[in-house]
């Protein structure tokens, strides 16, 4: 258990809709990832936020946004859906914003857009 | 631009056996480098990372990983393997650059099967 926690595990929903995705990072950690993981494109970085500020945007799409709050959970929303967009999101969260900061990753939200 | 490249995306090896996951990167500027472990159903586990000092890096689970600045190289062995071992593994990389900082690029990733 990294620590990292998500919700849901699991989402279906249909194409043109909307979801929000949450993550809890470990107790002290001010940096929050998001990675989408797919067949087609492999582990990509999405956005990276540090104590609630936006730090890096990665291969995002602008019906695509996230947030991290004062109390430093983030939430990733999603809308539009298309079919592509079925993919297993993973949140990472680490201590601070440094290159060798270990990023310890949550199980991750499995979204199936039928 | 970075990028990570693994060779084999399947590993096969029988229990007891040296396993070995190769991993280059290309980066323009020095890289701190990560391998990963993914079990079924389950998130991303780091098992060990090279940021500076020594080029020999040992992990958790009996793994190690070598960097290998000449060769552009991070590759991943372990001396015997365990049935326990099968699993999917990410080699990644970050770099100091402006826009990209904190961001870790991920190879495609090998899947190890262990035979008994």
């Known amino acids: 258990d990294s620590g990292v926690t998500q919700t849901p595990k699991h989402l279906i929903t249909a194409t043109g809709q909307r979801v929000t995705l949450r ?5 002290g950690d001010l940096s929050v990832y998001w990675y989408q993981q797919s067949l087609d494109q492999g582990l990509q970085f999405l956005i990276h936020y540090y104590n609630g500020e936006e730090r890096a945007k990665g291969n995002i799409l602008e019906r695509f946004s996230a947030q991290q709050f004062p109390d430093l959970h983030s939430e990733l929303n999603l809308s539009s859906l298309e079919l592509g967009d079925s993919a297993l999101y993973f949140c990472a969260s680490s201590v601070r914003d440094r290159l060798t900061d270990t990023q310890y990753f949550g199980p991750g939200t499995r979204l199936t857009v039928l | 631009a970075q990028s990570v490249t693994q060779l084999g995306s399947h590993v096969s090896v029988s229990e007891g056996a040296l396993v070995l996951l190769r991993c280059n990167y290309s ?59 099968a699993a999917e593994y990410f080699c990644a990389v970050s770099v100091a650059r402006g826009s990209t900082l904190g961001r870790l690029y991920f190879g495609r990733g090998t899947q190890l099967t262990v035979w008994p």
């Open chain 1, 23 to 27: 993550c809890s990072p470990r107790s």
């Open chain 2, 27 to 85: 980066s323009s500027v020095p890289p701190y480098l990560f391998w990963y472990v993914q079990y079924p159903n389950q998130g991303l586990q780091l098992l060990l990372k090279y940021t500076t000092g020594a080029t020999l890096v040992k992990g958790i689970n009996g793994f190690e990983a070598e960097f290998k600045k000449s060769e552009t190289s991070f590759h991943l062995t372990k001396p015997s393997a365990h049935m326990s071992d």
